[in-house]
């Protein structure tokens, strides 16, 4: 179990368990975890997990946080599975200071999924998130069960010169 801790509008914090429940995209608390690399990240955990299921993280675009999701769209696959939102390292609510390269923002992930001691999950990236969630999948094939493909520029020019 991560050491979780909810932000509240005061600006203090308190732990909070780590149970997954009905919330949505919107009213899901913002958390917080403390990884090895001494990054703090913010996340959202919620959903409805289902025996024999894994999480399914959502890594976002370039300086997205967790609110630039479709709320509509997270609250769709949340209502059948669990879900965890979080902000890059060094953008929105997650401390550090943004990586240069696809390589170390896949590390800083891990990191972050390390922190959740999560053994086994699905990754899905958005742009450069889905870069990003490519490489997490590469360096850690054992724990990520699927990588959807994520919507990238390559992605996109590749259709487009197809069809």
């Known amino acids: 179990m991560a050491n979780a801790v909810n932000s509240s509008s005061s600006g203090t914090q308190h732990s909070v368990a780590q149970t997954q429940s009905a919330e949505s995209a919107s009213t899901a608390p913002n ?6 690399n001494g990054v703090t990240y913010q996340y959202r955990r919620f959903g409805h997990p289902s ?5 399914l993280v959502f890594l976002q675009h370039f300086r997205g946080t967790l609110d630039s999701w479709d709320p509509k769209l997270i609250d769709t696959i949340a209502a059948k599975r669990e879900v965890i939102l979080v902000d890059n390292v060094g953008v929105g609510g997650s401390t550090g200071t943004t990586a240069s390269t696809v390589q170390q923002m896949a590390l800083d992930a891990i ?12 990754v899905l990236g958005f742009s450069l998130g889905g870069e990003v969630a ?4 590469l360096r850690r094939p054992w724990q990520v069960r699927h990588q ?14 197809v069809g």
């Open 51 to 55: 025996a024999g299921s894994v999480p």
């Open 134 to 137: 490519q490489e997490v999948a």
């Open 31 to 36: 958390l917080r975890v403390k990884a090895a």
């Open 148 to 161: 959807p493909a994520g919507i990238d520029a390559e992605d996109v020019a590749e259709r487009l010169a």
């Open 111 to 122: 990191d972050f999924i390390d922190a959740l001691k999560l053994p086994r999950y699905d």
